[in-house]
């Protein structure tokens, strides 16, 4: 890579700061992907308990990006998150899908993981560039975090996919 020196403080700050805030968003719609399956995969109880871990991982991120953010000045009170038009395409994605509902919040689950995967390590590299090293820590920890998830979630579709066949051959819903 070629240094940056030419460039202005102000644009990888302001670049940062909008970085941080739609990673915040995007926290937010986890949150909201997570309580929307929870309640509804009670037959694969090892994805519902490590959703339940991630969605404590997640408002460790909240808190993460809050406190970057209010080390930068910037209030996370006045923090609007917005719904991404990125996550109505995710659901999309998984509604053409054929299958199920375990099946299609999987595929959605893993490529949200991976959004996220490259999120942190976009905000990762402009914290370098922009020499806000008390950030990259937390970032680095919020990084590994999704990929462990993603990782997850990988190992397991293949245990998933069989489990949700055999309950459709026994003529089970995905909620009985
Ligand atoms: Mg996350
Ligand atoms: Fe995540």
């Given at each position: 890579m070629q240094s940056q020196g030419s460039m202005s403080n102000e644009t990888v700050r302001d670049f940062f700061v909008v970085?941080?805030?739609n990673a915040h968003a995007v926290e937010n719609e986890a949150l909201t992907l997570i309580d929307r399956q929870l309640g509804r995969i009670e037959n694969y109880p090892?994805?519902?308990q490590r959703l339940r871990e991630h969605r404590n991982e997640t408002e460790e991120q909240q808190r993460r990006l809050e406190t970057i953010l209010e080390s930068l000045g910037e209030s996370h009170s006045t923090l609007k998150d917005t719904a991404l038009s990125l996550m109505g395409n995710m659901a999309a994605m998984g509604n053409?899908?054929?299958g199920d509902e375990i099946i299609k919040n999987t595929f959605a689950n893993f490529a949200f993981e991976n959004f996220e995967?490259?999120?942190?390590r976009s905000l990762i590299a402009a914290a370098e560039q922009g020499g806000f090293t008390?950030?990259?820590a937390p970032l680095q920890a919020s990084?590994?975090?999704e990929q462990h998830m993603a990782s997850w979630i990988e190992q397991n579709i293949p245990s998933i996919t069989q489990r949700h066949i055999v309950r459709e051959d026994r003529g089970?819903?995905?909620?009985r």
């Open positions: 970085g941080l805030r090892d994805m519902a053409a899908m054929a995967i490259a999120s942190y008390q950030a990259v990084l590994r975090e089970m819903t995905a909620k």
